[in-house]
């Protein structure tokens, strides 16, 4: 689906980041989080999405700061950033994979696309550090559990199984959304090559996806019960480009 020529990990963040007008003139947009940032901004180019909890930036990663509980919605505040300007539809994300320590299965990063940062609307792709499971869900604005519609048919909270199992550090994910269709790659630090996870279609709204535009972004997930911390599990570069 798409272009064939997709933006490899090695040519991800040369430079800083991008410049907002860079982001308007040419839909991309890369980085590498060299600057520290509580929250994440890289000169106003990520803005905070409603009622989700933020990203910081430190030595090279981001992670995100959910805790897993307390306000503003307990289980379901994912650590949400989005771009701040265009108007994205088609787009490829890419991004490196970070792990500095432990972690247990109900930990995720996640790759976002046609965020509504005003709404807390978007679609959401995630990589659970166990390797369990990638999961696909509109998130229709709200934290409630009830707030999620999954687009493919879970068994045991589980729709795609990841390639090789549990994420490693220099992991690479990839990830499209397309018209109506998402998609999802892993390619292992050793360089195999782009591995398929699996791919859904929101068919929703008149045969089509719900959402038809929207921002990219970067998102992670901490359970309730305490799997990480967060900072353990977090991203190294992040590359978004309109296809």
């Known amino acids: 689906m798409g272009r064939a020529n997709f933006l490899r990990p ?63 919605g307990g289980t379901y505040d994912d650590s949400i950033m989005c771009l701040s300007s265009g108007t994205w539809t088609d787009v490829e994300i890419v991004s490196t994979v970070s792990v500095a320590g432990a972690i247990t299965d109900f930990c995720e990063l996640e790759h976002i696309h046609r965020c509504n940062a005003a709404t807390g609307q978007y679609y959401e792709i995630n990589l659970a550090k166990s390797g369990q499971y990638c999961n696909f869900y509109r998130a229709e604005g709200g934290v409630a559990l009830a707030n999620f519609t999954a687009l493919a048919t879970e068994v045991g909270g589980v729709q795609f199984a990841i390639p090789g199992g549990a994420v490693n550090d220099g992991d690479s994910f990839r990830t499209r959304m397309v018209g109506d269709t998402l998609t999802a790659w892993i390619n292992r630090n050793a360089g195999a090559g782009w591995e398929l996870i699996g791919s859904v279609s929101d068919t ?30 977090r991203w190294a570069d992040f590359s978004a480009t309109a296809i």
């Open 204 to 233: 929703s709204t008149g045969g089509h996806a719900k959402y038809s535009s929207g921002r990219p972004g970067i998102g992670a997930f901490i359970s309730s019960t305490g799997s990480g911390p967060l900072s353990n599990y």
């Open 10 to 72: 090695e040519s991800i963040g040369r430079g800083r980041y991008a410049a907002t007008a860079a982001i308007a003139a040419a839909l991309s947009y890369s980085t590498t989080f060299a600057a520290t940032e509580n929250p994440l901004s890289e000169s106003g180019n990520w803005v905070h999405v409603q009622d989700r909890t933020d990203f910081r930036s430190t030595g090279g990663v981001a992670y995100g700061l959910q805790t897993g509980s307390g306000p503003p």
